[in-house]
């Protein structure tokens, strides 16, 4: 498998424009990341955790090694970004992605540019096998995609410096498309590749898609169909794939001065990206909805709990309050009762006034009553008694008042009256606008 030549910059003139399905994309991303009223902010504000979508899909290519891998790669770009050949090239994982400048990353700052994929730090020895490299193609829908171009996979003595399985395994799980590739000149059976494949189609069976790569290196038809035949059988062999209806398209880089009569479906590989493509945009746009509708929920959630907690702490404020009262006003009216139980009517009208003087004489009154119904030998223990309930009223009312609720302060009901405003107003409005706009493409594309 040859790529095209080489070039060092693919179209400089094309180099700003950006496709319909790009441009969403991106405008989706801003929508998310913005500085200043980004959602994902917006959520962090509200305790809510939201991601930022992908401005590409990521699509991870697997196989043995000089199964076409990196050649694929190299054709959709239509540059020579991956070596190629029949040695195992790839001993580690490349990604592969179009930018405004041609640029090699190592592992640290290729987690810099994807910083989703960090968990990989978690398999040991990846780091020194992890790089990037950025082409300024734009090329097919090549500036929508970010492939991964993944270790070739061998049996035998063939030692990796990590643990290549399962690292394979969790970036298919994180990728849209899997494809793999079979070589029908090399490993085609490749015992490995079978055992990732069987794992990865536990949890993301449908994102896998199966190629017979080379396909014009593997002689007559009878050739081919006679390798088809031994990997599909192999592979129903396996309980994990074992389902009727396998397709294996067979593909192999067009190459003009070497002409095949083998059917090429490699257009098919790029259909299929381009579609996933058009999926991830609608994704993009109905996850744009559910997040704006969860902020905007939550915001009604939160008024609406604030409303509760603010008529809630009333309540708790006017029972600290009764109970403190009565903790206090009941011992200080027993200890007046005695103080003014000596002091004569005349001496109280003069002192406090007629009026005031007769209500302290009642009150005074029917407490020195109630003392007097008590048997001596018991007053002592009605004072610890009396003592004991107006502790409890005291402890009451600090329990009641350490029992309210936090509520919203002006400054931040009226901020989320205007992240509630931005997003129906402004976010939802785009939003409606975007998708508008991305049907009527797909309607001047097909000529619906």
């Not at 790839?90 to 405004?100: A, K």
């Not at 396998?246 to 095949?260: A, D, L, V």
């Not at 403190?324 to 001496?347: C, M, R, Y």
Request: glycine share 6%.
């Amino acid at each position: 498998m040859s790529g095209r030549k080489p070039r060092s910059v693919a179209n400089p003139l094309e180099s700003a424009i950006t496709t319909p399905s790009e441009r969403i994309l991106k405008e989706c991303h801003s929508l998310y990341v913005d500085s200043e009223h980004g959602l994902v902010k917006i959520a962090s504000s509200l305790g809510v955790r939201l991601l930022p979508p992908r401005k590409k899909i990521i699509v991870m290519i697997m196989g043995n090694h000089s199964a076409g891998k990196s050649s694929f790669i190299n054709w959709y770009a239509e540059e020579h970004i991956q070596k190629t050949g029949v040695a195992i090239e790839t001993q580690g994982f490349t990604f592969i992605t179009s930018g405004r400048k041609r640029e090699s990353l190592t592992g640290n700052a290729t987690l810099h540019l994807y910083p989703h994929f960090r968990p990989l730090l978690e398999f040991k020895g990846v780091m020194d096998y992890l790089s990037a490299e950025i082409s300024t193609s734009k090329q097919k829908k090549f500036s929508l995609v970010t492939f991964v171009d993944t270790p070739g996979l061998v049996d035998g003595d063939m030692i990796y410096p990590f643990d290549v399985n399962s690292a394979i395994t969790w970036l298919g799980e994180q990728s849209d498309l899997i494809f793999v590739f079979f070589d029908p000149m090399g490993q085609a059976l490749c015992k490995r590749t079978l055992n990732i494949v069987e794992k990865l189609s536990e949890k993301c069976g449908d994102k896998l898609l199966f190629y017979l790569s080379k396909a014009d290196e593997a002689g007559k038809e009878t050739d081919r169909q006679r390798v088809m035949m031994q990997i599909v059988q192999e592979l129903c062999r396996r309980p994990g794939l074992n389902k009727c209806g396998f397709e294996m398209p067979t593909i192999y880089i067009p190459n003009p001065q070497k002409p095949s009569r083998c059917v090429n479906q490699i257009d098919g590989v790029c259909q299929t990206i381009e579609k996933t493509i058009n999926q991830a945009v609608q994704k993009t746009l109905d996850q744009l909805e559910k997040d704006c509708d969860l902020i905007c929920s939550t915001i009604s959630s939160r008024l609406q709990q604030d409303r509760a907690n603010v008529i809630y702490n009333k309540s708790v404020r006017l029972h600290s309050f009764l109970c403190g009262a009565l903790g206090i006003f009941l011992p200080l009216l027993f200890i007046l009762s005695f103080i003014v139980n000596t002091f004569s009517k005349e001496q109280l009208d003069e002192l406090l006034g007629e009026g005031p003087a007769r209500t302290v004489n009642v009150s005074a009154g029917i407490v020195m009553y109630l003392w007097d119904w008590i048997p001596e030998d018991g007053q002592v223990v009605f004072v610890i008694g009396f003592g004991a309930f107006c502790y409890l009223l005291l402890f009451l009312a600090k329990y009641f008042a350490g029992r309210s609720n936090k509520t919203l302060t002006k400054k931040e009901k009226r901020t989320m009256g205007e992240y509630s405003d931005y997003i129906q107003d402004i976010v939802k409005a785009k939003k409606g606008k975007l998708y508008e706009w991305y049907l009527q493409q797909c309607a001047a594309e097909y000529d619906l």
